[in-house]
Nanobody, 120 residues
Framework: QVHVVESGGGLVQPGGSLRLSCAAS????????MGWYRQAPGKQREMVAT???????NYADSVKGRFTISRDNAKNTVYLQMNSLKPEDTAVYYC??????????????WGQGTQVTVSS
């Protein structure tokens, strides 16, 4: 069983920065794709940034140039550095991890979410 836990959300003023962290734990051999998604009130969940176990990353157009995703594969951890935050970035941010266990079976797991609020 794989567990995913996010941390680092909070309240920040427009133009400020936050760093989110997400750690996957449990019976993990390796994690392939790890990424961040967000859901604002009344809206569907959307992809923010994803990273594969190699060097491939993908960003939503709305965050390109402001957000940076990075990983520590040894710790099965992914980070999201968010700079120049805007009120429209306000949402619950969810981490998703696709990890392989020692039986070589993949499991896709969502975290519980962390609230990010950008407001003056």
């Amino acid at each position: 069983q794989v567990h995913v836990v996010e941390s680092g959300g909070g309240l920040v003023q427009p133009g400020g920065s936050l760093r989110l962290s997400c750690a996957a734990s449990g019976s993990i051999f390796s994690c392939n794709a790890m990424g961040w998604y967000r859901q604002a009130p009344g809206k569907q969940r959307e992809m923010v940034a994803t990273s594969t176990s190699g060097t491939s990353t993908n960003y939503a157009d709305s965050v390109k140039g402001r957000f940076t995703i990075s990983r520590d594969n040894a710790k099965n951890t992914v980070y999201l550095q968010m700079n120049s935050l805007k009120p429209e970035d306000t949402a619950v941010y969810y981490c998703n991890a696709e990890c392989m266990n020692y039986q070589k079976a993949y499991q896709n797991t969502w975290g519980q979410g962390t609230q990010v609020t950008v407001s003056s």
